[in-house]
């Protein structure tokens, strides 16, 4: 059964960092493209960044420079190194493949609450 299990996040003050850990199970998860999105109050959720299966990165324009995705293949695991973190940056951040729903239709997990505020 497929699961993503978000965690690493939590309460941080503007210019602080967290990094973000994505867990994968049900799933050989280097066969596919990896994305971060993330979801804040009354907005849509959105994608923040992505990774390929060889591993190139792209970036949302408003991250660009200040979140870094990476893989671990060997650990079935993704993470989101988060810098220079902005109140902006609030929202719940989740991991899925990239296009989202490629191995099961609609699933997200609980995500993982980042906050940044002083």
């Known amino acids: 059964q497929v699961q993503f299990v978000e965690s690493g996040g939590g309460l941080v003050q503007p210019g602080g960092s967290l990094r973000l850990s994505c867990a994968a199970s049900?799933?050989?998860?280097?066969?596919?493209?990896g994305g971060w999105y993330r979801q804040a109050p009354g907005m849509q959720r959105e994608l923040v960044a992505r990774?390929?299966?060889?591993?190139?990165?792209y970036y949302a324009d408003s991250v660009k420079g200040r979140f870094t995705i990476s893989r671990d293949n060997a650990k079935n695991t993704m993470y989101l190194q988060m810098d220079s973190l902005k109140p902006e940056d609030t929202a719940v951040y989740y991991c899925?493949?990239?296009?989202?729903?490629?191995?099961?239709?609609?699933?997200w997990g609980q995500g993982t609450q980042v906050t940044v505020s002083a």
């Open positions: 990774i390929t299966t060889g591993g190139t990165t």
């Open positions: 899925n493949t990239f296009p989202a729903g490629l191995v099961k239709r609609d699933y």
């Open positions: 049900g799933i050989i998860f280097r066969i596919y493209a």
